[in-house]
């Protein structure tokens, strides 16, 4: 069983609270085949006793995992990010279940799996770096898993698309998927254009930028694409600061709804 497209994937955990979850999650990780861990700004030290106690002889996973202040670091590089949420959002997510949706981090390159802080999950905002959601199905009586738990059953599935042949994952270093942070890149050029022309406003930019994000998440744009997209927004900039009547005359005021 070739496990090359599992060391691809990063398990990301956003401000983990309990050194005996991090523990149990390297754990679980070198069980089902995965290595990279990253870890966003952490409320305990990773490396404590009760941490290294619960990895067992997994401890070699917690003192190479990558510790970083934001959400955007932790993807860096990656093509691929599935999000794991348990609540219910203002958001209009389309939320998988796991055996169906993971295989697709194995697929292409570097991805990432992140799951929020034990006390309240990912907020709307870290969800927005996200390009597919998934929920674990569990009983209504007690639906909240523990975030070690969750963790186990993701990297099972995974370990189980690799081990059934569900898929021949071949990633490549050289495939033409925008990266997670040229579409980050892309969304800040955009959110400022959009605010020049009066399109969207700073008080509802937020919510605006968000739903752009999820269409675009989806679609997987091509750096070619991405590129292409991002001269029409520098154009539209050009002709802006040289007060171009073409553009100008089009930029009528948009009630938002």
Known sequence: MDETALAQVRIVLVRPIGPLNIGSVARVMKNMGLSQLVLVEPKCEPLEAQARIMAVHAVDILEAAQ???????ALKGCSRAIAATARDRRLSLHLEKPRSTLPWLLEEGSSALIFGPED???????????????????????????????????????????????????PSPHTDTATLEILEEYYQQLEAVLLKI??????????RMAKF????????????????????????????SKGSPAVLDTLLPLEES
């Open 198 to 207: 009066g399109y969207i406003y700073p008080h509802t930019a937020a919510s």
């Open 213 to 240: 994000r999820l269409l675009f998440n989806r679609s997987q744009p091509s750096r070619a694409d991405v590129a292409m997209q991002r001269g029409i927004l520098s154009q539209i900039e050009w002709a802006l």
């Open 67 to 73: 510790l970083v202040a934001t959400l955007p670091e």
């Open 120 to 170: 309240r999950g990912l907020s709307n905002d870290e969800l927005k770096y996200a390009q597919r959601f998934i929920r674990i199905p569990s009983s209504d009586a007690y639906p909240a898993l523990n975030l070690a738990q969750a963790v186990a059953i993701c990297c099972y599935e995974l370990y189980q698309a690799i081990s059934e042949g569900a898929l021949t994952p071949q």
